[in-house]
């Protein structure tokens, strides 16, 4: 008798100025769970107390690839914001080890999202602002597993690998 093989796990990464959400999730069920918000601000330590903790975030969930939240300005085209994560990415692949697949997806309204998946919540204004950007992550890993299918392969469905330009421009994200 075989034993199935476990589904891929992913995490996406939200980079923030202050905060930075994470989500994590797999391919093979398509469900996707807010994880967590490092409170750790991306100019701290230039940068090396938010690394540390990515990694060890990365290296304790057991992701086997990483979705990067990717701030794209009109028509799709990567402005300066989306040019420093990319620069903060290259930074952190070195942490890892074994150094998973890196995937850029469009974040464009996935904090609007998120908020409004919070709206009616009951929640204070404070609760959603601990939430907002983990829940924000959930949403562009939700869409970017929505945009590869039930394929493995990203990079066959048009999405960003680490070197891609932009896709096209899809709907807008969903409240999850």
Not at 21 to 35: C, E, H, Y
Not at 39 to 60: F, K, Q, T, W, Y
């Amino acid at each position: 008798m075989t034993w199935p093989t476990a589904p891929k796990r992913y995490i996406c990464i939200d980079l923030g100025d202050k905060r930075t959400g994470l989500a994590v999730g797999d391919a093979a069920t398509n469900i996707v769970s807010p994880l967590k918000v490092l409170e750790v601000p991306i100019n701290h330590d230039r940068g090396e107390a938010l690394l540390s903790a990515l990694a060890e975030a990365i290296a304790a969930h057991g992701a086997a690839e990483v979705v990067v939240g990717l701030p794209l300005i009109k028509h799709d085209q990567e402005g300066p914001r989306a040019k420093m994560v990319r620069a903060f990415i290259d930074r952190l692949r070195p942490r890892l080890t074994p150094q998973p697949p890196f995937h850029f997806h469009d974040e464009t309204l996935s904090t609007a999202a998120a908020d409004w998946s919070m709206s009616r919540s009951g929640m204070t204004r404070g609760e959603k602002k601990l939430r907002r950007d983990a829940l924000a992550a959930a949403v562009i890993l939700r869409d970017f597993l929505a945009s590869i299918g039930s394929s493995t392969s990203h990079e066959e469905h048009g999405g960003i690998s680490a070197t891609d330009s932009p896709p096209a421009k899809s709907a807008p994200p969903s409240p999850i």
